[in-house]
Structures are given as C-alpha cells and as structure tokens.
Nanobody
Framework: QVQLVESGGGSVQAGGSLRLSCATS????????MAWFRQAPGKEREEVAT???????TTYADSVKGRFTISQDVQGTLYLQMNSLNSDDTAMYYC??????????????????????WGQGTQVTVSS
C-alpha cells in the first residue's frame, strides 16, 4: 500500500518560491507515475506535473512550464520546486501515484481518476 505525505506549503508573496515535498512509502516492484495536482476553490482538480520513475520523464501543464520543476530523490521523495509564483497558483496541492507498471513507459493517458494513491494535500497561498 503506497502512502504519500505532502509538506512544504505555505503563504508567499507573488514572485516568491516554495518547494513542496511528498514522502513516499510502500512501493511494490515496478515503475510508477507520480504527479502533483492542485485544486483551487470552485475549480476542478488540475494536473500540474508528472514524473515517471522509469526513465525519470517529466511533463508540465502549460501554466507552470518554465516556473515549476518536478523531481524525485534516491529515497523516493517527490518534490515540486515552484518559482515565480503568482495568485493563480493559489490552491491545495496534492501528490498522487499510480502503479506499479511493468510495460508502460510514461504517464501518458492517465487522468486524475486514474491515480489510486493520494496524499492529504498541502495549501499554497500566493498574495499579490
């Protein structure tokens, strides 16, 4: 059973930076698609970035390209480095995982509904 625990959220002024962390445990053998999602009040959950563990391939939403970076360290902790934050980035941020995969090589085709494992979320608030 995969467990995910986010941390690192908080309040920051526009233009500032935050780094979110997602501690992971309980993986089985195989590859996983890891992702960060966010949900603002009254809006649908939005995929922010994905990381496929085999090959360490990444994808980003257009709204965060060039500002956010997703990565994973050797202990399996997933990170989201967020720079040049603006008020549109204000949301609850969630870490998610799906897998294990044996033959799949990317996160392509996975939607929020596809992810079985979710963290509890961490709030990011950006003030202008």
């Amino acid at each position: 059973q995969v467990q995910l625990v986010e941390s690192g959220g908080g309040s920051v002024q526009a233009g500032g930076s935050l780094r979110l962390s997602c501690a992971t445990s309980g993986y089985s053998q195989g590859s996983y698609c890891m992702a960060w999602f966010r949900q603002a009040p009254g809006k649908e959950r939005e995929e922010v970035a994905t990381f496929f563990t085999h090959g360490r391939t990444t994808t980003y939403a257009d709204s965060v390209k060039g500002r956010f970076t997703i990565s994973q360290d050797v202990q399996g902790t997933l990170y989201l480095q967020m720079n040049s934050l603006n008020s549109d980035d204000t949301a609850m941020y969630y870490c998610a995982a799906e897998g294990p995969f044996i033959a799949t090589t990317s996160c392509d085709g996975l939607s929020a509904a596809s992810f079985e494992y979710w963290g509890q979320g961490t709030q990011v608030t950006v003030s202008s």
